[in-house]
């Protein structure tokens, strides 16, 4: 199974490479949602409305996938971001951090992005 959600997760992230963020037909309806600044949200109206939130700041913003590490029920997708400023057009390029997905049932029922990747591996366990 734990072959299957790499798979899933791999084709949650590649429209998020695009910076099409729009999907949400992969989330349990009660997702529990982490943004990097430890916001937090439950369901995924409220998921929607902390991710509008932050993308409200960027003209552009997407997510490049590096790494789809298998740790059981959870994923981690290691990611470099790039964007551009809203107003300012200044360039958020290449910035390293994770999205950590827990899975049950082929159903994404967490999801928490991290700017630090350590944490992000700690959280999934793999950290030595």
């Known amino acids: ?3 299957e ?4 997760v791999r084709s949650i ?3 998020w490479e695009h910076g099409d963020f729009r999907s949400t037909e992969w989330a349990d309806e009660n997702i529990e949602f982490m943004r990097a600044d430890k916001m937090r ?22 997510s490049a996938s590096e790494e789809f590490i ?3 029920d959870q994923v981690l997708v290691l990611v470099r ?19 950590l997905f827990t ?5 994404v029922v ?4 991290y700017e630090d990747v350590e944490e992000a591996r700690k959280d999934a366990g793999l950290s030595e």
């Open 41 to 62: 949200a439950t369901g995924i109206e409220e998921m929607g409305a902390l991710w509008r939130d932050w993308l409200a700041a960027f003209d552009e913003f997407a």
């Open 110 to 113: 967490g999801l928490a992005l």
């Open 70 to 72: 298998d740790a059981g």
């Open 81 to 99: 971001f790039r964007g551009r400023g809203k107003g300012s057009g200044a360039p958020a390029q290449d910035f390293a951090g994770a999205s």
């Open 13 to 15: 992230c590649a429209p």
């Open 103 to 107: 899975l049950r049932d082929r159903t």
């Open 5 to 8: 959600n790499v798979e899933l």
């Open 1 to 3: 199974m734990s072959q």
